[in-house]
């Protein structure tokens, strides 16, 4: 079996480890590094354990525009970045590059569709791609090629989603899961979804009638191109007062189907590389992460 793509939310470890590492980690500059020193042994740490033929750190805008323009509430409720993160998230780059992991920048649009964009092209060709985050959304890129490392629960560990665990986790097929999202909606992200819609009601839908726009039909909801809708196919979860609510949001559903859906962008591929443990020791020395830089040198 050839060795895998390995893809890092990095934001998303950079928030993670700053929230849970304490501010009194502090780097040469005297400020905490709390962020960077748990990203980065975030990553060696999935290094070690599944030995891959390269490494990918993406990283994007924090709000897609075409989401904010599509939907004002996404992401908005998010707190902005503390100033303590901000210094560490704009040396991130140049730390892992420093261990010859690739960086990957989605531009305007976020880390979430540069991993998507990159695992279906490793996919395509014949490849694996391991994607680690913590975003639901990317359960939408398993097959039989890619899999998703998150978390297990409130702990630091992750565990491995295929696709029998994305049925087990969320109750769909992982093509389903932007439609599952558009339905019950995303309260991490600002997705409102449809009201009194949750996610078992959504998984029945979705298992009836097999994606968004059949659940729409069948609740006789007027299509997406303003033709008129039939009588209701009432079961499976759909009640009178279910349907009559789809037909009201069907548009708001769509709309938040197309927040949801990643993106397919223009992304240089990542070639092979291993990891350079002694760059990433200098470049980790460099900063004040002593400890850090010991421990590679030891491996």
Do not use: N
């Amino acid at each position: 079996m050839s060795a895998p793509l390995l893809l890092f939310d990095l934001p998303w470890l950079l928030y993670r480890a700053h929230f849970a590492l304490p501010s009194s980690i502090k780097g040469a500059d005297g400020e905490p590094i709390g962020a960077l020193l748990g990203a980065v042994r975030a990553i060696l740490a999935e290094v070690e354990e599944h030995d891959p033929a390269a490494v990918c750190c993406a990283i994007g805008a924090e709000d897609a525009t075409h989401r904010t323009a599509l939907l004002p509430a996404y992401h908005a409720h998010r707190d902005p970045m503390p100033d303590a993160l901000r210094r560490r998230w704009d040396q991130a780059p140049a730390l892992c590059e420093a261990f010859g992991w690739a960086i990957r920048d989605g531009g305007e649009l976020e880390a979430d569709d540069v991993m998507a964009t990159l695992a279906r092209s490793r996919a395509s060709h014949g490849g694996r791609a391991i994607i680690v985050t913590g975003d639901r959304d990317l359960l939408a890129c398993v097959d039989e090629h890619v899999v998703v490392r998150r978390p297990a629960g409130k702990g630091p560990g992750l565990v491995t989603i295929d696709e029998a665990g994305v049925m087990e986790q969320v109750g769909v097929r992982p093509e389903q899961v932007t439609d599952l999202i558009a339905l019950r909606g995303d309260p991490s992200d600002g997705i409102p979804g449809v009201p009194g819609v949750g996610a078992k009601t959504a998984g029945r839908l979705l298992a009836k009638h097999g994606d968004l726009e059949g659940v729409l039909r069948a609740a006789g909801a007027d299509g997406p191109d303003g033709e008129p809708g039939g009588d209701p196919q009432l079961g499976d979860g759909l009640t009178p007062r279910l349907a009559r609510v789809l037909q009201e949001h069907a548009d708001d559903a769509r709309r938040d189907r197309a927040v949801a859906q990643l993106m397919t962008i223009e992304v240089e591929p990542v070639p092979d590389a291993r990891t350079d443990r002694e760059g990433g020791a200098t470049a980790a020395e460099a900063l004040g992460m002593d400890r850090l830089a010991k421990d590679l040198r030891a491996a």
